[in-house]
Structures are given as structure tokens and as C-alpha cells.
């Protein structure tokens, strides 16, 4: 697989181009949050599958996902495909079942969660599709883990091939693919695999800071996200609330002429997306000018 064409180093480093995350904004109806995002003067919008917005386990996904389609093209919004809703698969467990739940048919509902989310991505024409390995459970064996995770990406993969979409998954702290060196190993196993980088979490988990990540990992990123954490702890916020020297991820990210969405994940700030939306996007186009 190709990573994106980098800039010369001569020319000026391109804009960044800007989505937000839909779980940021459940409670508004999915056309009233595009057309926020658009209006706004987003490039793109994190489509996260899920109750609120464009369930795909709800009726005549097909027709729903071309209406979506054609809307989004209406908008001028591209989009990429997220799959951590919390409580799809199962109404009484967060995120669960995962890629390496100890339970085969578990295991393989998250699989065709996931090959369903590769099928909207395509009909949707979005850049990726983001996911994540999942918690193991206490006392499980990490090398049997790594096989069902391994196995679980791979028939993933292969379905998206076919489709001509681009997987990326996350490392989230506390997960079996908790950070980029993690990656790595599972993208030795399973090559097709991109990764998508939340910068926020290299300072969470890891070796890597931000920044150094966006270098070493440019050609292989399939989606990044920028939100704001503080340091040490997994906690999403709005940009200048956190601990991360945004202007300094986003120097790098242009300085790598990365192409792809640069997206917002606030999950827990839905109350407050009516400024968020907005604000979020001023102060990382200023703080873009300044890096």
C-alpha cells in the first residue's frame, strides 16, 4: 500500500484539512451536524456508526448510505469511518465484544461489524476506516490474544482490498495495540494495515511523543485525530485544554504534507458542541498559522 505523496521540501507546507467526530455531536440529528460542520467551514466529518448517527444495523442501510453519500458530496464534506460506538454490539457492555474477546462468536461479530463499516466507507467514497484492537481480559494469554487480533484484522483487510478501502487502526491506551510501537508488530504480521494516529495518546502511553510519531509514521497514517489530553491521562478535550503542544503536531503535519483529515474527537462534550464546533476550528487555524 502507498502512503500519501509528500510535500517538496521547497514548497510552503499545505493547510491542513479538518473533520469532527460525530460522537462529539449525538445530540444533534446527523444532516443538523454536517451541516454545522459545513457551515463552519470543515473539510470533513469522523463518521462514528452508531444509534444516533446512521445506524448500520438499522433498516435499508443501502439506500440510507447513498443518501449520506449524495449529501455529503451537497456539502463538500469528505469523511472517514469510525467504529467505537460504545454500546452497538451490546446494549449492557462497553465496546464489546472486540477483536479479542475471549468468545469466538463474539470475535466474529465485532469482524462483521467491522466489514460492514468497510462497505459504507466505500459506497460513502471516505479515506478510511478506523478501528481498534480492544481490552483483554485479566488472565487471558497475550500471545493468544495476538492471534485472534491478528486473524481479525487480517479477514478485515482482505474484505477492504476488495472494496478499495484503506484500514487504519488505533492504538488506544490500555488496549492490546496499546501504542505505536504495538503498531508496528501488528503491521509486521498483517503489512496492509495503516495506522490511525490520535496524537493525544502518545502522551498518554508509549515511546513516541506526538510530533516524532507524525515523522516516523507519515507515510503509513491512514487517519489522525488532534484532540487535546492531558498528560498521562486517556482523556479527550478541546484543543488548549489539555497537556499536547498542538502547534508543534501541526507543524509536523504539515512539514510531512500530510493529505488525509485531521479530526476532533470529543466525545463526552456533545452538551457543548454548539461553540465547540466552531471554536475548536479557530483556534487550531490559528495556532497552525503560529507553528
Known amino acids: ?19 469532527y467526530n460525530t460522537n462529539g455531536l449525538t445530540s444533534h440529528r446527523l444532516d443538523d451536524a454536517l451541516t454545522l ?4 467551514g470543515y473539510d470533513g466529518v469522523a463518521l462514528t456508526l452508531d444509534v444516533a448517527h446512521h445506524d448500520p444495523f438499522a433498516p435499508e442501510l443501502g439506500r440510507r448510505t447513498a ?42 461479530r465485532r469482524v462483521a461489524f467491522l466489514r460492514t463499516c468497510v ?3 466505500a459506497d460513502l467514497g ?3 476506516v478506523s478501528f481498534w484492537a480492544g481490552v483483554p481480559a485479566t488472565g487471558l494469554d497475550r500471545d493468544e490474544a495476538w492471534s485472534w487480533l491478528v486473524d481479525g484484522v487480517r479477514e478485515v483487510v482482505v474484505h477492504a482490498r476488495g472494496k478499495g478501502v484503506v484500514c487504519a487502526v488505533e492504538p ?17 504480521d498483517v503489512p496492509e494495515v495503516t495506522l490511525a494516529l490520535d496524537t493525544g495518546h502518545c502522551i498518554v502511553s508509549g515511546r513516541w511523543t ?16 488532534v484532540e487535546d489530553m492531558p498528560r498521562g491521562v486517556h482523556e479527550h478535550r478541546a484543543p488548549g485544554e489539555g497537556d499536547m503542544d498542538l502547534p508543534v503536531v501541526l507543524g509536523a503535519l ?21 461553540t465547540l464546533v466552531p471554536g475548536a476550528l479557530e483556534t487550531m487555524r490559528k495556532l497552525e498559522v503560529a507553528a
Open 1 to 19: 500500500m502507498s502512503g500519501p505523496e509528500q510535500s517538496s521540501p521547497h514548497a510552503a507546507p499545505r493547510a491542513l484539512r479538518y473533520a
Open 37 to 40: 460542520l459545513a457551515d463552519c
Open 67 to 108: 443518501a449520506l453519500a449524495d449529501r455529503l458530496r451537497g456539502l463538500g464534506l469528505d469523511s472517514v469511518v469510525e467504529t467505537g460506538a460504545r454500546f452497538l454490539l451490546d446494549p449492557r457492555r462497553k465496546h464489546q465484544p472486540t477483536l479479542v474477546t475471549d468468545d469466538p462468536e463474539g470475535r466474529a
Open 119 to 121: 462497505d459504507v466507507a
Open 126 to 128: 471516505s479515506e478510511a
Open 172 to 188: 488506544e491506551p490500555g488496549m492490546l495495540v496499546e501504542d505505536c510501537d504495538d503498531w508496528m508488530r501488528l503491521a509486521v
Open 210 to 225: 506526538p510530533e516524532g510519531a507524525v515523522r516516523e509514521f507519515a507515510p503509513l497514517l491512514g487517519a489522525v485525530a
Open 254 to 274: 504539515r512539514a510531512v504534507g500530510h493529505p488525509g483529515l485531521v479530526s476532533f474527537e470529543l466525545s463526552r462534550d456533545s452538551h457543548r458542541a454548539d
